[in-house]
């Protein structure tokens, strides 16, 4: 009886509101795999947050960085989780201080 809201959607509004936190930009050198499990509809109107976690991070020296997996959560209105998952970025490294 709703208009329901693409899953994309909602997954693009997630990396927008996580890319606003600001440790994204300029340390993430790519985006490089999400597996997400749509758990519930989220309809037009909704209003939605995302909880971020790291749940492991991993040396990458050959990239040039370190893969960071992220268990990620969108949160609807009601506190309802409307998606999981996680999503696995590579990261520059720090700078060493030779």
């Known amino acids: 009886g709703q208009r329901i809201a693409h899953g994309m959607l909602s997954l693009s509004y997630a990396v927008g509101q996580a890319y606003q936190l600001g440790f994204m930009e300029g340390t993430i050198l790519?985006?490089?795999?999400l597996e997400m499990k749509f758990s519930l509809p989220v309809f037009i109107?909704?209003?939605?947050?995302?909880?971020l976690a790291v749940i492991e991070m991993k040396e990458a020296r050959r990239l040039?960085?370190?893969?960071?997996?992220?268990?990620?959560?969108?949160?609807?209105q009601d506190g309802k989780?409307?998606?999981?998952?996680?999503?696995?970025?590579?990261?520059?490294?720090k700078p060493t201080s030779d």
């Open 64 to 76: 040039g960085g370190g893969m960071v997996t992220l268990e990620v959560k969108i949160i609807n």
């Open 30 to 33: 790519a985006f490089r795999g």
């Open 45 to 51: 109107g909704d209003t939605l947050h995302v909880e």
């Open 81 to 93: 989780t409307v998606q999981y998952g996680t999503w696995t970025v590579l990261v520059l490294r």
